[in-house]
């Protein structure tokens, strides 16, 4: 990663090609009110950006923690629909800009000098913190943002209609492909992966054995497996097997609990709100064997909070952020297990998390250590754009998979020259 500092980069390029932006407007999404407030007893103001959570209780907890902070006023914009992404990119680029803003681990924020460097408040403490988390958050031996929450994402499944349709669990992704035929009736579709097909786009490569890119950063996920993975998706939209148009999306348990689907992709964070609608019915299992030689994958994803390195007062942001996610424990842990179920970034506080330890919870805390992967912050957006466009033409399409893929290998490519040379 040495190759971070070898160009001098230009903030704006950087996020309208990572985003595929053409200009920078205002946030009119969002409305004109733009959070920010004169400050309260200090006198200063911050603004920090979170997506809209779906869990009940998420927004006020959030701005609960924020009226706790001494050091300024802090406004909190909770940004709805589902283009949070190309929302807060956009916002970057003006003078409503936030101070701090939750995101994921993407090198393009690095390289364009958007991110502040936060290993000083990390360091201290980094032996607490999950080292996968660290080393997704880790570029050129700095630490570009602190981790809030891990999302560990796999397949649910209601027991009682894997049973009466004489289905077990699915050990292979051919397995999963004939499960989802023999489950779906014509109320019923065996599986949901998200409405747009694209939400298992991370363990579908792992899976195959594959990964998105290499060690030095080269295109990994064309194979022959991960073509034939995407073959098998075909196959199953064809045949109508794929849940599809769903009211709400796959990060909703509504799928799953109204019985439109017997087997849903989802997140460890809609556990309790299943568990509560379906009780002992409910069963988990992570992304199965798609070929020879390869492993079952979860894809540990989740949120962390970045400071803006473009802001009006980076150090007391920084001040902010260390205040909250690394000194305010207690506030960590209601964000972490009070609003669904996440698993604490925090080693102390996911050691103390009774919640997670028996039952349900806890195999889902077993796949996310035992099959568990990260974020690879080379990965960027643009990249991950690329290769959803792919699955899309293939499925929904019918594109041939290999000439989906190279359609993608030619955008990710363009992305990587940028990034690397």
């Known amino acids: 990663m040495s190759a971070l500092s070898s160009n001098n980069w230009d903030r704006r390029n950087v996020l309208r090609a990572a985003m595929g932006l053409a200009a920078a407007g205002g946030l009119a999404a969002c409305g004109g009110n733009t959070g920010r407030s004169e400050g309260g007893a200090s006198g200063k103001a911050l603004t920090q950006y979170f997506h809209a959570y779906g869990e009940a209780g998420t927004q006020e907890a959030i701005k609960r923690y924020a009226k706790d902070f001494d050091g300024a006023s802090v406004a909190t914009q909770w940004i709805t629909g589902s283009n949070f992404e190309s929302k807060l990119f956009s916002a970057l680029l003006t003078k409503n800009a936030p101070d701090v803003f939750e995101f994921h681990p993407q090198l393009q924020l690095i390289r364009s000098g958007q991110v502040a460097d936060l290993s000083d408040l990390v360091n201290p403490v980094k032996d607490d913190f999950n080292p996968a988390d660290l080393k997704s958050h880790t570029v050129d031996g700095k630490i570009w943002g602190v981790r809030m929450i891990d999302d560990p994402q796999f397949f649910y499944y209601r027991k009682s209609m894997l049973e009466k349709a004489k289905v077990d669990v699915p050990q292979t992704l051919d397995e999963l492909v004939e499960a989802a035929a023999k489950l779906t009736t014509d109320k019923v579709k065996g599986l949901f992966i998200g409405n747009d097909i694209v939400q298992t786009q991370y363990p579908l490569v792992w899976s195959s054995g594959a990964d998105q890119l290499t060690a030095d950063n080269q295109i990994a996920y064309h194979t022959d497996a991960v073509a034939e993975t995407l073959s098998k998706y075909r196959t199953m939209f064809k045949a109508g097997h794929l849940l599809t148009g769903a009211p709400a999306d796959s990060w909703d348990p509504s799928a799953l609990i109204q019985g439109l689907c017997a087997i849903q992709w989802c997140g460890m964070w809609a556990m309790p709100a299943m568990q509560k609608a379906l009780g002992d019915d409910l069963g988990v299992f992570?992304?199965?064997?798609?070929?020879?030689?390869?492993?079952?994958?979860?894809?540990?994803?989740?949120?962390?909070?970045?400071?803006?390195?473009?802001?009006?007062?980076?150090?007391?942001?920084?001040?902010?952020?260390?205040?909250?996610?690394?000194?305010?424990?207690?506030?960590?842990?209601?964000?972490?297990?009070?609003?669904?179920?996440?698993?604490?970034?925090?080693?102390?506080?996911?050691?103390?998390?009774?919640?997670?330890?028996?039952?349900?919870?806890?195999?889902?805390?077993?796949?996310?250590?035992?099959?568990?992967?990260?974020?690879?912050?080379?990965?960027?957006?643009?990249?991950?754009?690329?290769?959803?466009?792919?699955?899309?033409?293939?499925?929904?399409?019918?594109?041939?998979?290999?000439?989906?893929?190279?359609?993608?290998?030619?955008?990710?490519?363009r992305e990587l020259k940028k990034l690397f040379g």
């Open 286 to 413: 992570p992304y199965p064997v798609a070929a020879d030689g390869a492993k079952p994958s979860v894809f540990n994803g989740g949120w962390s909070m970045f400071v803006n390195a473009k802001g009006k007062d980076v150090d007391l942001a920084k001040e902010y952020v260390k205040w909250l996610w690394i000194d305010q424990k207690e506030h960590q842990e209601d964000w972490a297990l009070s609003y669904g179920f996440h698993v604490p970034p925090r080693k102390s506080i996911a050691e103390s998390a009774d919640k997670l330890k028996s039952g349900l919870p806890a195999e889902g805390v077993k796949f996310f250590n035992e099959y568990g992967r990260f974020e690879n912050p080379s990965w960027t957006q643009a990249m991950i754009d690329a290769f959803e466009e792919a699955i899309a033409d293939v499925v929904r399409k019918g594109v041939e998979p290999q000439k989906a893929l190279d359609t993608a290998d030619a955008k990710v490519n």
